[in-house]
């Protein structure tokens, strides 16, 4: 019988494992409920996968299945297609396949075709999903990105809520829980959100020590000085780096003035096309001292191991995101540095960020009313038509997509955002109807932000000040 550490030399072609992840996989395979939280790129998804294989091998007349939980469609086909370039049986199912395609995979698992499956909760609101898992033997269930099932996470997403009953429908299988970045409070909602109690979700938490990440916050005051500072930044770090923007406009003024000065660079934003996205990652991962400007829509799939430096030329909007994002450098174990270039004035930005992401509730029955009596318009003429009806003046404010986004995360609606076409399949839901728990959300976010100023005028250790707002002791 093949050992974990077998399986990781035979099928991932590596001599050892890091840090826990061996003891994790020990304790998923003796049938204990896991949360790892580790940094990104670190190796999570190893702590499930080969559980997978291991029971797949171990009972390969009757093949049980792993199910992996994840918010992250486009990751899903990239996960799939390296699992399966290693012999691994895995596949997906998603909104991006067609009808034929999804039946057929349907068939294919039924029979018990694939050791790994990828699907996103939405999922478990298809009656025809349900029925096909449910003649599986699910032998471990992962739930990828576990901060999204927490109201108190970053990415809150409702049906991660229903991961409990999810896990009761298939039989209360083992359950590992994976993500970059929990509070304490965090930690607590997702023990709760599964169903089990905190003691009994085995916490392995790796940390945020990166003995080699510099961690600096450089005052500035107009997009010149920071300019001096990317450059400077750059020449004294030579190699692959990433500076990150809030704002796409902001982005590509700050590309405009490095082209007139000779500067190569690359630029990724959720604006380009998706071939030219996928072009420049390519790029970016393939070939050696790439600098790229991007929006924090450059993140996923990043598992590039000599980033030597990571600069948030904009204030991101939580510490959550940001040490997601500087998260990203130096996987290599060698010196690398990570520089805030703070200005005060980035804070307005990040404030109406939150605003256009908290919509009130005679927001959200307003966007409801216009979809259940005027639907036929609202889908005919677009998001600017009703934004227009919506906001009259204020042509920028976003908070119609975020509304709209809400609406599909509930189940409300379903369809495309973009173009918009869809249909009203439910009532408003009593959560998006409750002012108090609304405004407690908005509270939440805003305090994320301050958490981030206090952590730019911060005057001493800095790696101290994260581990304390993620809950954990730090020895300098």
């Known amino acids: 019988m093949q050992s974990p550490r077998d399986i990781l030399q035979d099928c991932f072609g590596h001599a050892d494992f890091r840090g826990q992840q061996l003891n994790v996989i020990e304790h998923v395979l003796a049938g204990r409920h896991t949360l790892v939280i580790m940094p990104t790129g670190m190796g999570k998804s190893l702590c499930y996968q080969i559980p997978a294989i291991h029971f797949a091998v171990q009972l390969a007349e009757r093949r049980p299945l792993t199910l992996v939980i994840s918010p992250l469609i486009a990751l899903m086909k990239d996960q799939v297609d390296a699992l399966r370039s290693k012999n691994i049986p895995a596949t997906f199912i998603n909104s991006s396949l067609t009808r034929q395609v999804r039946e057929q995979r349907y068939e294919e698992i039924g029979r018990g075709d694939y050791a790994l499956l990828y699907v996103t909760p939405e999922r478990f609101r298809k009656p025809d999903f349900l029925d096909v898992i449910c003649r599986r033997d699910v032998r471990l269930l992962a739930v990828d990105e576990a901060h999204c099932i927490s109201e108190w996470g970053h990415d809150f997403r409702p049906d991660y809520t229903r991961l409990g009953d999810i896990r009761e429908t298939l039989g209360n299988p083992t359950t590992i829980a994976l993500t970059a970045t929990a509070t304490p409070d965090v930690q607590r909602d997702i023990a709760r ?15 945020i020590d990166r ?5 600096d916050v450089i005052d500035t005051w107009q997009d010149d000085e920071k300019l001096q500072h990317l450059l400077r930044i750059r020449d004294e770090h030579p190699g692959t780096g990433i500076v990150y923007f809030t704002l796409i406009k902001t982005l590509m003024r700050f590309s405009d003035k490095l082209w007139e000065m000779d500067v190569p660079h690359l630029v990724y934003h959720g604006d380009l096309e998706r071939g030219r996205r996928r072009q420049v990652q390519e790029q970016f991962m393939n070939e050696p001292e790439h600098l790229v400007l991007a929006t924090n829509a450059f993140g996923m799939g990043i598992d590039k191991e000599d980033i030597r430096y990571v600069t948030h030329a904009d204030v991101p909007g939580s510490m959550e995101s940001y040490y997601q994002e ?8 060698l010196p690398s540095r990570c520089v805030l270039l703070y200005d005060q004035r980035d804070l307005a930005t990040q404030m109406e960020f939150i605003r256009w992401s908290n919509p009130d509730t005679e927001f959200y029955e307003r966007v409801y009313d216009f979809l259940e009596h005027e639907l036929e318009q609202v889908n005919a003429f677009g998001t600017d038509w009703l934004r227009e009806r919506l906001h009259h003046r204020d042509k920028h404010d976003r908070r119609l997509e975020s509304a709209l986004a809400m609406l599909d995360r509930y189940g409300v609606i379903e369809g495309s955002l973009s173009p918009l076409n869809v249909e009203v399949v439910s009532e408003l839901p009593a959560a998006l109807r409750d002012q108090e728990r609304l405004n407690d959300k908005l509270k939440r976010d805003q305090q994320k932000l301050y958490s981030l100023v206090q952590y730019a005028r911060y005057e001493g250790d800095r790696k101290a000040f994260i581990h304390n707002y993620f809950g954990l002791p730090y020895d300098a």
């Open 193 to 207: 959100q599964l169903g089990l109690d905190e003691d009994a979700l085995l916490l392995f938490h790796e940390g």
């Open 211 to 215: 003995p080699n990440l510099s961690l």
């Open 326 to 333: 500087i998260g990203r450098a130096g996987r290599d174990g």
